[in-house]
């Protein structure tokens, strides 16, 4: 069975500009999160899909950050314009149901200098 | 709310020796709690996960974690550490109903010497 997929794994980019990152969820499961990572911390939740919809992005900065995730399947997070604090791994994670058990991909490690 | 602390953010062990990784939780509801262990450049991968039935739960590699709730403590535990198991764990609570998400602890760096 595939994993979750992302890309790119890597993006240097300098302040002010926009980044995307890409992720695939391993096929049939409903449920997909994204996390940042900041280097010392643990994974905070910035946007949890249930199919289509928005479960929860309590914690998702929406002057400068949007995700969707279309038909269900692959989504996107996008941060225009970038800051020096969004330096951070940036993780996607998908699951069947809702009791928590998550399966991360490998991440996306930005930099913006 | 929820809530997780891991008391000590880095631990050292010697190779064979006992590990033990502390997590306390808050959980204004029945929890679920999940150890995950993160190797680097790598995403996270589940260790073992406590679903409301034994209270002792056994994971991959070796490791194993109980639930104690008058204690709200959740630590993980291997009898012998092995050099392999040098990594970042973190401890992670949910709520056992509905759409819940997943909280995390703010990591333990395991180190093993030889």
């Known amino acids: 069975e595939a994993g979750v997929a992302q890309s790119p794994r890597y993006k240097i980019i300098e302040k002010r500009q926009s980044v995307a990152f890409w992720c695939n969820p391993i096929?049939?499961?409903?449920?997909l999160y994204w996390y940042q990572q900041i280097l010392g911390q643990g994974p905070k939740l910035l946007i949890q899909?249930?199919?289509?919809?928005?479960?929860?992005d309590s914690q998702l900065p929406k002057d400068r950050f949007s995700a969707e995730r279309l038909k269900g399947v692959d989504s996107t997070l996008k941060i225009q314009p970038a800051k020096l604090e969004d330096s951070a791994v940036y993780l996607c994670?998908?699951?069947?149901?809702?009791?928590?058990?998550?399966?991360f991909g490998e991440g996306s490690r930005l930099t913006v200098l | 709310a929820q809530s997780v602390t891991q008391l000590g953010s880095h631990v050292s062990v010697s190779e064979g020796a006992l590990v033990l990784l502390r997590c306390n939780y808050s959980?204004?509801?029945?929890?679920?709690l999940f150890w995950y262990v993160q190797y680097p450049n790598q995403g996270l991968q589940l260790l073992l996960k406590?679903?409301?039935?034994?209270?002792l739960v056994k994971g991959i590699n070796g490791f194993e974690a109980e639930f104690k709730k008058s204690e709200t403590s959740f630590h993980l535990t291997k009898p012998s550490a092995h050099m392999s198991d040098a990594a970042e764990y973190f401890c992670?609570?949910?709520?056992?109903?509905?759409?819940?998400?997943?909280?995390f602890g703010k990591g333990t760096m395991l180190l093993v010497s030889p």
């Open positions: 994670a998908s699951s069947l149901g809702t009791t928590g058990e998550l399966f």
């Open positions: 096929s049939g499961h409903a449920t």
């Open positions: 899909f249930q199919n289509n919809g928005v479960v929860d």
């Open positions: 959980s204004s509801v029945p929890p679920y």
């Open positions: 406590y679903t409301s039935a034994a209270t």
């Open positions: 992670a609570v949910s709520e056992a109903s509905g759409y819940s998400t997943l909280t």
